[in-house]
């Protein structure tokens, strides 16, 4: 079976411009919401309480609201979770919380007025873990593409190093967008998805680099342009391919993986989607605006040693 | 062409079978089991076995097998109501000096736990439980150990004769005021010379002459490192009371503490008793002064109103002896002679020579010890909960000092084994410097727990057969070999989670679906290079050896990459992340070998060194 049978010869280079504007219109749109609504961070970030309760049958929200309330909750949450019959219960942090009591008061308050109730779940964050996880989680983003940043840089060359950059960048920024549209809750889960999303959008840029790399020392005739452009074509089944299959095993976890799997494999499918687009249009056009030429890559010579070493 | 030598095979088939072998007690289930170890964590003695046989038998429950390990006995059960009523049994049959906890324990053969071959580790919202992250009040640490210094130089400038006004500590310094310079100069000397880790400044105000102390840099980490370890100690003591089969206590940076409690439901008991941290001082009794008048409001100046837990009142000197922290050891048991039961103390050197100058003036007289235990609570205040940590301070021993002691001394005229098992305990927990308090809770109930196991474990079969199909229906005969590569990943990734015993996390799962869909990214790169090169005119085998040959570095720095990301997951990675990163991680080396050597290893098997006209591909 072939999907792309005999090599296609689509001028994506010459598209690069409209794929540009069309990139950084949904950077801008993202920064913006980012900006004004901003995440709907969970509590791994925020500190705070949360319960997840299931009862017997399908309950309503209202009555649970009230029974909390009486027991003195009033800066709470109540929504479903999942189905009719699970209930997902939110405290916001309190300045002088220390303790992780509050559960159970919850728990005591809902037993009281129906004893068929199960706790499931409680998570509770005091507000300093969250301080410190949220500077960890954007300094473990910044570490891993100073990483990738370097080891780009050492491979290829340099302006390769900051198109891929440039390209992760743009995947973290629209998935982060697409968080704050419909306000998904974010994670210590969605944090771990953005950065498998790094590791998987740089996997297909470096793809595509490799061949552009291949490419220049080997076609002795043609412009950058022209050489971007054939080596996009020649893996674009295999980036379309893995993406496929990646994607397959992804909607099954989003299908089946439950709840609380649902925002992580959610930024995952929305990280490969846009990941995909960028290692094909937005990473290589970037390195060309950069000015890469083929006396860039002919320097490096023993890379063609490497490649006889077969496994 | 297209051919391996015979070690390359062998390699992988040796691969294959370690693989299979240690991901192979996946398959078996769990039995009940009620897992008996000593509360102290010493050996069991033999007779315990006897006796559990014995008492299993009158009770007319049947074990499927009893397992002798080390420090501990393993009983195992047919079904969970045994295992209930047997736990029940046992515990009665065995009382306080031994932990009895539920357990689930893997029924792995006994060929495979011989060559080491366990089950994945699971976490624990796949198995159910509570996750506590604690820390420790450091700044009350260093103000209790400012506090024993005060008593201690009070005692110095005495010695040396040196006047002052007074002593008073604040949060991270002490004060001390002199009536002149010249006094100070020399109290300084004497402070200098007898406690070098003290850093001391001379601070002027107006006409009073004030000597700032303050612990130098060494001796303060010092002390959080021994108010981290005492309880990290003491927490362990108390999780043992609570009879958790798989109980984690762990270190986490300088001043935090993890407590993974495996199955534990009732998380408000676990709370409780982990919560109520303590801690204990010896304090003088105040013979000279009234009770009833102290009661009365008439509290004489250097003395304090304690009761003991039955409600009798004492008045006690404020002056600490000894606090809990220089305790380093108290257990209960029978006096040699009389065979009464007793508490056996040992101090540290500071306590005991502090325990020392105070005994040799104050024989006769008698000494309380008293637990403070700092509690968290919650009220309902117009309508808002309050949270307040309040400090419950009560007598728990009050004993005539009988002879002069220091390092080791016995509190004896207790009335029973049981109180002196008790005032051990309670002396063993108020061993704390300092208090220690939940600040991260998770926990998962055990239905969740199995829902997720279910979840995950049909989310990785269903995206596997889908790529399964994908692959074999997309490359034909390549794509099925892809496919037995895929299986074969799985089972390294299993293998090795087991063997390195990482715990599986539902993340984790997430990263084994995740891996599924971009393991087969190898084979991809390599298939298509290999149709390219069949399409640009070369033969077969050419084809294939190119095919291979050419991806190979594109494959490496791809796989580098995600590699880089997944290192960074890990060392950033708390609890669930890390799983994540773990299987992430393992997967990118494991299919980067059986993608690349196990595909090209049976290609070369059904068509390496023949002649073809064409490829299924």
């Known amino acids: 079976m072939h999907i792309l049978d005999k090599g296609t010869h689509i001028d994506f280079m010459g598209k690069r411009k409209l794929a540009m504007a069309f990139s950084l219109t949904l950077i801008l749109i993202s920064l913006v919401l980012l900006f004004t609504r901003g995440l709907s961070f969970g509590i791994d970030f925020t500190g705070g309480t949360l319960i997840e309760v299931a009862y017997p049958d399908a309950v309503e929200l209202g009555g649970i609201r009230d029974v909390l309330q009486e027991a003195g909750f009033s800066d709470i949450q109540v929504q479903h979770f999942g189905t009719a019959r699970d209930v997902l219960i939110r405290i916001a942090p309190r300045a002088n919380t220390a303790s992780a009591k509050l559960s159970e008061d919850v728990m005591t308050a809902l037993k009281g007025a129906d004893s068929a109730v199960e706790k499931r779940r409680v998570e509770f964050v005091g507000p300093q873990v969250g301080g410190e996880l949220t500077e960890q989680g954007g300094l473990a983003v910044l570490y891993s593409l100073i990483g990738i940043l370097i080891y780009v840089a050492m491979r290829f060359e340099y302006r390769f190093s900051l198109g891929a950059v440039a390209a992760l960048i743009h995947d973290v920024i629209i998935t982060l967008g697409v968080f704050s549209l419909f306000q998904v809750e974010f994670d210590l889960t969605v944090l771990a998805a953005i950065l498998a999303v790094i590791g998987y ?80 249009f937005v990473a290589g056009a970037l390195s060309l605006a950069l000015g890469v030429s083929k006396a860039d890559l002919m320097a490096v010579d023993k890379e063609g040693k490497e490649v006889d070493q077969t496994p | 062409m297209n051919q391996y030598p015979a070690w390359k095979y062998l390699l992988i088939a040796v691969f294959l079978v370690v693989g299979i072998l240690y991901a192979l007690p996946n398959l078996y289930g769990e039995d009940p089991a009620v897992q008996i170890s000593s509360a102290r964590g010493t050996p069991l003695p033999d007779t315990v076995q006897g006796l559990v046989e014995t008492r299993l038998a009158d009770s007319k429950l049947k074990s499927k097998a009893i397992e002798a390990g080390q420090n501990r006995l393993l009983v195992r059960f047919n079904n969970t109501e045994d295992q209930l009523a047997a736990a029940d049994v046992i515990k009665e049959a065995l009382g306080n000096d031994y932990v009895v906890a539920l357990n689930l324990a893997p029924s792995t053969p006994r060929w495979l736990q011989d060559i080491g071959a366990q089950p994945m580790y699971l976490g624990l919202d796949l198995r159910g439980g509570v996750h506590f992250l604690m820390e420790v009040d450091m700044d009350a640490a260093i103000q209790k150990a400012l506090e024993r210094y005060s008593s201690d130089l009070r005692t110095v400038l005495r010695e040396a004769k040196v006047r002052y006004i007074s002593i008073r500590p604040s949060s991270d310094k002490l004060a001390i ?441």
Not at chain 2, 418 to 434: D, K, P, T
């Open chain 1, 201 to 280: 959008s740089l996997n297909d840029t470096i793809v595509v680099f490799d061949r552009i790399r291949e490419n220049f020392r080997k076609m002795r005739k043609g412009s950058p342009t022209q050489i971007m452009n054939a080596s996009i074509n020649q893996t674009l089944s295999r980036t379309l391919m893995t993406s496929g299959t990646t994607m397959l095993v992804l909607v099954a976890l989003f299908l089946l993986g439950g709840e609380i799997i649902h925002s992580f494999a959610l930024a995952l499918i929305v990280g490969v989607f846009v990941g995909t687009y960028s290692s094909i």
């Open chain 2, 177 to 617: 005021k002199f009536r002149s310079a010249e006094d100070r100069t020399k109290g300084e000397e004497r402070i200098h010379d007898e406690y070098r880790d003290l850093q001391l400044k001379e601070v002027d105000q107006g006409d009073s002459y004030v000597l700032d102390i303050t612990l130098s840099e060494n001796e303060m980490r010092e002390t959080r490192k021994l108010a981290l370890q005492q309880n990290i100690t003491t927490l362990r003591n108390r999780v043992n009371e609570l009879g958790v089969a798989e109980p984690i206590i762990q270190q986490q940076g300088d001043r935090r503490v993890v407590v993974e409690l495996p199955g534990v439901q009732d998380t408000a008991a676990a709370k409780r008793i982990l919560g109520a941290t303590a801690t204990l001082e010896y304090r003088a009794v105040d013979t000279q002064h009234d009770v009833e008048a102290a009661l009365n409001g008439k509290v004489p100046a250097g003395s304090r109103l304690y009761k003991t837990r039955d409600g009798r009142p004492y008045l006690l000197k404020s002056r600490v002896i000894v606090t809990g922290d220089q305790i380093i050891n108290a257990r209960s048991g029978f006096d040699n002679n009389s065979g009464s039961p007793q508490v056996s103390v040992t101090l540290d050197g500071k306590g005991a020579r502090k325990m020392l100058e105070f005994t040799k003036e104050n024989v006769g007289k008698p000494m309380a010890v008293v637990f403070i235990e700092n509690k968290t609570t919650s009220r309902i205040v117009d309508g808002k909960p309050v949270i307040s940590n309040h400090q419950v301070e009560e007598i728990i021993s009050v004993a005539t000092i009988r002879d002069v002691f220091s390092k080791k001394f016995q509190t004896t005229g207790l009335d029973s084994p049981q109180e002196a098992h008790e005032l051990a305990l309670l002396l063993r927990s108020g061993a704390l410097a300092a208090p220690i308090r939940i600040i991260e809770e998770r926990t998962v109930g055990p239905s969740l727990g199995a829902e997720n196991i279910e979840q995950g474990f049909e989310s990785v079969v269903i995206g596997f057969c889908l790529v399964l199909v994908f692959m074999g229906l997309y490359y034909k005969v390549f794509g099925l070999v892809a496919d037995l590569a895929l299986a074969f990943n799985l089972v390294l990734i299993v293998a090795l989670l087991s063997m390195l015993q990482a715990t599986l996390t539902m993340p984790g799962i997430a990263g084994i679906v995740l891996t599924v869909g971009m393991a087969v990214d190898a084979n991809v790169l390599i298939f298509e290079r290999i149709r390219e090169e069949l399409r640009n005119g070369n033969t077969p085998q050419a084809s294939i050896h190119a095919g291979y040959s050419k991806a190979f570095s594109t494959i490496a720095d791809a796989n580098v990459t995600t590699l880089i990301a997944g290192i960074v997951l890990f060392s950033f990675g708390t609890g669930p992340i890390k799983g994540f990163a773990v299987t992430l991680s393992l997967g990118i080396i494991t299919s980067m070998f059986t993608a690349i050597m196990g595909t090209r290893a049976v290609i070369n098997l059904a068509y390496g060194g023949r002649r073809l006209q064409r490829l299924p591909i």
